[in-house]
């Protein structure tokens, strides 16, 4: 194919005169490549002579690669997190207080009638009372009579029906006492608005 259009006429700065590259640097100005004008401002942190012409591009590359690597992801948690949740404690039921303390004063009763045995039965071993009820008996007998007999009056039956009814009157007292209480708290939360808990939760 042939070229119809004919001479093109040439650009006067191009054909007369040198390339960008081949200008002498004007007078104040201190000789080195020549850098073309950049559209966006070079990123924080570079230096104000500027890489070679050469690696400009992979340099900049390379450093906004860099930052990328060494930016701290701020999405990661690195301590749990615990949730609080803050409660009032409004009305305290009077009935389920009452079978509550009920089933708990039953227990502390059973285990106060088992205690004084372990106990009695653990001094009569060591011999407590035959030398207590010995010493007794000398310094309240005479001659007509042998005086107060201890260990007779101190045995494990006498002991564990004082201990039972000690339990039972404690049943009835904690479980009155308790229901008792639950009405006055019920009280004094209408005036004061109840026990305030703060309670939380481990993730």
């Known amino acids: 194919m042939t070229d119809t259009r004919g001479p093109q006429p040439q650009y006067e700065g191009y054909a007369t005169g040198p390339l960008p590259g081949e200008r002498e640097p004007a007078p104040?100005?201190?000789?080195?490549?020549?850098?073309?004008?950049?559209?966006?401002?070079?990123?924080?942190?570079?230096?104000?002579?500027?890489?070679?012409?050469?690696?400009?591009?992979?340099?900049?590359?390379?450093?906004?690669?860099?930052?990328?690597?060494?930016?701290?992801?701020?999405?990661?948690?690195?301590?749990p997190r615990t949730r609080k949740a803050r409660l009032r404690v409004a009305k305290a039921d009077p009935w389920s207080v009452m079978k509550v303390s009920f089933l708990l004063s039953i227990a502390l009763g059973i285990c106060t009638v088992v205690a004084a045995a372990v106990l009695w039965l653990v001094m009569d071993a060591m011999g407590v009372f035959s030398t207590v009820g010995g010493t007794i008996s000398e310094a309240t007998g005479s001659n007509d009579s042998n005086g107060f007999d201890v260990q007779s009056f101190l045995s494990l039956p006498r002991v564990l029906i004082f201990t039972s009814v000690i339990a039972v009157i404690d049943v009835v007292l904690a479980t009155a006492l308790a229901t008792l209480g639950a009405f006055i708290y019920n009280l004094s939360a209408g005036f004061v608005g109840g026990v305030e808990l703060t309670l939380a939760e481990d993730e």
């Open 28 to 79: 104040g100005q201190a000789g080195g490549p020549y850098h073309p004008p950049q559209a966006y401002p070079s990123p924080a942190g570079g230096t104000q002579g500027g890489p070679p012409a050469g690696a400009q591009h992979g340099g900049a590359q390379g450093v906004g690669a860099a930052q990328a690597a060494r930016r701290p992801r701020t999405g990661a948690r690195t301590t």
